[in-house]
């Protein structure tokens, strides 16, 4: 009764734990040995208060999870003469009946209470991920493991195992015991049981890659029986196929050397399978045992002569067969061009029949894909397999392919056709070659960079590989290099793209360098059409980043044309910032970058006074050239800082005026030097010395921007010497001034780099001193020791983990709303509420959401979502939204916390969702109001995924209404199919 009425009121129970609590577990252990049900209702209670009451049973989990831990193994039939670790019985719900039956006693209902408190074990486990290291230290059963994997491995992606008591680290000394249970589990006769085995080693692996390499051996013959037993069912068959496959894929392939004579014939017998899932998974697994047999071309680790014939004839029976499933046609294609690309050596007499096949099911729109994908596994075949026979037909029909819509397909086939050039492009003729730049040219634009990105890269594939061939060279130039100039003028190449800008910008660079590599274009006519591109048009000056993109390639253009015609670009360019006419500003800011740009690949000290030349600009009245000016010094110092650092130095303290600029060029200087701070850094002690000074001069300054030019300078000084800066930082923690303090707070910030260096070990034992400033008296100060936790917790958490039970309190008090930061200011004839706090409050859930993803084993999300996450979703627009996210995430990832106060989120999720902006709202305020919409749309998008959300009455009246609602209804299908 105590259970059905916590399911049905929820969070609404937790006050009356207090007396429920002790009186459940009170019936657990005084309940007679004959009393069964009670002790299963007692836990299925205990259960659902630990699901629907997260944040009142807190005081009690402990003796929730001694109590089912205890009962998990229960059996009051258990005699000493028994074999040990009983408590490997228990079984799923699925498996009621059958558990029943296994014991000699029908009568026995000891299986209820087991499965009553594996459950519960289940219920803490997905509800409390902080208490997943006390319950590896505690418990030795096998049920439970599913669940305890999967949250394990959600907890601690990403992370590493050498402390002792993580997770990972008391998960791997389980392995032994797990291992040892399995095969004791897949000597059952229940089907079920052997299931549910291989679906724990699975998740095993997933979790803990390479944990069974010394294990394997012992699993073989539970593998062998799985596949070959006439009695397997077909799901038995895929598990076992399964777990054999992601096992391969995760260790090294010696570990399975010594059982491929055992495994390869109960794999080639499933190929042979009539159920296609069964066939499918066995083709995969093909796969995988391709790749172990000759893992290494050069060295032969094993003879793997013998498998050859039999691998493919049973590949090929149903590469030929088409009357069956697609997935089984797909998985033949594939394992087929690995058969090929690993054992083609061997198989040469097999080739001229077999490729036509492959050739063949690239005409079929079925298999189209998968075919052409499987041609670029052969095509990268160290054994250059002959494709002779069919290359033509290949290139022919791939070139087709270039023209048809379906985006994955074009995809597949650029990168196919770019490793045939390589490989065979001597056997393509001119006029293929033609035709396939000219259909490049129609791929090269902003509707998609990615794939513009891929069609450049082609087409400097084929210029490198056939730059003998006059035509290629004058149809890139004529068709191709049109393309590129207008691509590169895109204001698309910034912004939300910046990952896909960098791959696309890349492959820019490459592209001019090839061109004029391939000696069929001249430098001075690839320079003036770069340059011509920079010009201001009708519709507007070019963006930053479409500027700077044109700087990076001519600066690669110039490398690559060779050092007589840098040289004279250089001084063209030195030409350029000369001509005082400050009417032409467009040309002087592109001369500016396109200097900083070569300075960054080449010493351009050789050219005389280019550093007095480029400071003069400082004098601009254009912001923008005093920025590229500052860009271009630092750039250009970095090719001589014996040179031009001191001269840098010497700027900073005589020109107040011209700081700021000077100290963003110190800033490029210091950061080429610690982009590899694991090398030795050319910035002589004398060097470090002199820019502490100054640097820890400017920490006081009144300006926000110079603050944090001066803090990244000091964080990246402080991965090249870390000796030296951490003790001078952690000394100005207790400086009198507050903006010192953020200072050395945001220094903190830049220092946390995700790369592994020598700064990590002091690190360790210092940051504390650093993130405690989130309890200053200062807000600015407390906002920058948020951003340098939130770096640390995303770059690397290990460093944070053991402070967060003292951190995260501080953290979650800078999400409140605090009056105290809330002004108004009187603007005459009307006032102006400012709120202080609101940017503190979103750096302090952003942060929170990133703990979310790093450091999950830390937190209690019962302790966060209320109060702290429900007054953030009330919150300014600028708050509300990564709250959405952080939603998001905690149903996904602790679905039982947030249905446990499921109700009380609804109110502030639909006052978002039906707000509208006033009448005479800008489009500015609409767009943002839009986005609201959909992001806390998507919120409780994530809210409905999770099981039991539909016992809330607010939700369905919530879901109810967004379905009612044509408008929102459309906007919540929409962010549903994203």
Not at 201 to 218: M, R, T
Not at 256 to 263: C, D, K, R
Not at 743 to 757: D, L, Q, W
């Amino acid at each position: 009764m105590i259970g059905a009425l916590s399911r049905s009121v929820g969070y609404r129970f937790g006050p009356h734990l207090a007396e429920a609590v002790p009186l459940l577990i009170s019936y657990c252990t005084s309940a007679s040995e004959n009393d069964e049900e009670l002790r299963e209702y007692s836990l299925q209670a205990l259960e659902s208060f630990m699901l629907r009451c997260p944040r009142d049973i807190s005081p009690y989990c402990d003796g929730i999870l001694n109590l089912a831990l205890e009962y998990v193994s229960y059996d009051p039939n258990y005699t000493d003469s028994m074999e040990e670790d009983t408590d490997d019985e228990v079984q799923d719900e699925e498996d009621d009946d059958e558990s029943a039956n296994e014991y000699t006693d029908d009568e026995d209902a000891s299986w209820k209470v087991r499965r009553a408190s594996a459950k519960c074990l289940s219920a803490i486990i997905v509800s409390r991920p902080q208490m997943l290291s006390k319950m590896y230290q505690e418990m030795d059963i096998f049920n439970t493991f599913i669940e305890l994997l999967r949250q394990t491995g959600n907890v601690t992606k990403g992370q590493g195992d050498i402390d002792e008591s993580s997770p990972r680290w008391l998960l791997k000394q389980e392995v032994p015991k797990v291992v040892k249970s399995i095969n004791r589990q897949l000597r059952e006769k229940s089907i079920k049981t052997k299931v549910g085995a291989f679906s724990v080693l699975k998740e095993l692996v997933v979790v803990l890659p390479d944990c069974l390499a010394d294990h394997f051996g012992s699993l073989v013959p539970g593998i062998e029986k799985a596949l070959n037993d006439k009695s397997s069912t077909s799901n038995l068959k895929i598990e076992a196929l399964a777990f054999t496959r992601i096992v391969m894929a995760s260790h090294s392939p010696s570990v399975f050397h010594p059982y491929i004579q055992a495994l390869s014939g109960p794999i080639l017998s499933a190929m042979g399978d009539r159920y296609y899932k069964v066939t499918a998974e066995a083709l995969r697994v093909c796969g995988e045992l391709v790749r172990v047999l000759r893992p290494n071309f050069e060295a032969r680790s094993i003879d793997f002569r013998p498998y050859i014939s039999p691998i493919y004839k049973a590949i090929l029976g149903r590469l030929v067969n088409q009357d069956q499933d697609q997935e089984v046609k797909e998985c033949a294609i594939s394992c087929m061009s690995l058969v090929i690309a690993t054992f083609g050596d061997g198989l040469q007499s097999e080739l001229p029949s077999c490729l036509p096949i492959l050739v063949d099911r690239m005409g079929n729109e079925i298999t189209r894909l998968t075919a052409v994908k499987a041609f670029a596994v052969i095509a990268n075949s160290p054994l250059r397999i002959d494709l002779s026979c069919v290359l033509d037909h290949v290139v022919s029909e791939l070139t087709a392919f270039l023209r048809k819509a379906n985006r994955a397909l074009r995809q597949a086939t650029l990168g196919t056709l770019n490793s045939l050039v390589v490989t065979y492009g001597g056997q393509i003729g001119s006029s293929s070659y033609e035709t396939i730049i000219a259909e490049l040219s129609t791929l090269i634009s902003d509707i998609d960079l990615h794939m513009a990105a891929l069609a450049l890269e082609l087409c400097c594939t084929i210029m490198v590989d056939r730059r003998s061939i006059k035509n290629v060279g004058l149809a890139v130039r004529h068709k191709v290099l049109p393309q590129a100039l207008v691509l590169i003028r895109s204001a698309l190449l910034q912004g939300q793209a910046l990952q896909m800008t960098s791959f696309l910008l890349q492959a820019l660079q490459k592209f001019f360098a090839s061109l004029v590599q391939s000696a069929n274009t001249s430098f001075e006519t690839l320079l003036d059409s770069l340059i011509s591109t920079a010009k201001p048009s009708q519709s507007g000056s070019l963006s930053k980043q479409a500027l700077s993109s044109i700087a990076q390639c001519v600066a690669v253009l110039c490398l690559a044309a060779g050092d007589q015609k840098c040289a004279s670009t250089v001084e063209m360019l030195k030409g350029i910032l000369n001509d005082d006419s400050s009417t032409n500003s467009a040309k002087q800011h592109m001369a500016l970058l396109c200097l900083g740009e070569i300075g960054r690949r080449k010493d351009l000290s050789n050219h005389v006074q280019i550093e007095n030349i480029v400071i003069e600009s400082f004098q601009s009245p254009f912001e923008e050239i005093k920025s590229a000016a500052s860009y271009a010094l630092g750039n250009i110092a970095v090719g001589n800082l014996s040179k031009y650092l001191p001269f840098i130095l010497d700027q900073i303290d005589n020109q107040q005026k011209k700081q700021y600029l000077l100290l963003h060029s110190l800033k490029e200087v210091i950061a080429r030097q610690s982009v590899d701070h694991t090398g030795q850094s050319e910035l002589q002690d004398s060097n470090i010395v002199k820019i502490l000074a100054l640097l820890f001069n400017h920490c006081e300054s009144e300006e926000e921007g110079v603050r944090n030019v001066v803090a990244e300078c000091l964080g990246k000084i402080a991965l090249i010497e870390p000796n030296k800066l951490i003790p001078a930082l952690k000394e100005r923690t207790c400086s009198p001034a507050a903006n010192t303090r953020a200072t050395v707070a945001i220094a903190i910030k830049y220092s946390i780099v995700e790369r592994p260096g020598k700064i990590d070990a002091i690190m360790y034992s210092e940051i504390s001193t650093f993130l405690m400033l989130i309890k200053d008296s200062d807000r600015h100060v407390r906002r920058a020791a948020v951003l340098a936790l939130s770096t640390a917790a995303h770059n690397k958490p290990n460093l944070i983990k053991g402070l967060l039970p003292e951190l995260l309190p501080l953290l979650y008090d800078q999400t409140v709303v605090k009056q105290e930061l809330i002004r108004t200011v009187d603007l005459g004839p009307f006032k102006h509420v400012v709120d202080d706090g609101l940017e503190l409050r979103k750096a302090a859930f952003e942060c929170v959401d990133t703990l979310l993803d790093s450091c999950l084993d830390q937190l209690n999300p019962s302790s966060f979502i209320v109060p702290f996450l429900l007054s953030g979703l009330g919150d300014h627009y600028d708050v509300k939204m990564p709250c959405h996210l952080i939603l998001s995430k905690l149903a996904d990832k602790c679905p039982s916390a947030v249905l446990a106060v499921l109700d009380s989120l609804v109110e502030p999720l639909e006052k978002t969702i039906v707000h509208r902006p006033k009448g005479d709202a800008v489009k500015q305020e609409i767009d943002r109001n839009e986005d609201m919409i959909r992001s806390a749309l998507r919120a409780i998008a994530a809210l409905s995924r999770i099981s039991g959300s539909d016992y809330s009455m607010k939700f369905k009246n919530l879901m109810n209404k967004i379905t009612a609602t044509p408008s929102l209804a459309d906007k919540y299908n929409s962010v549903r199919s994203e």
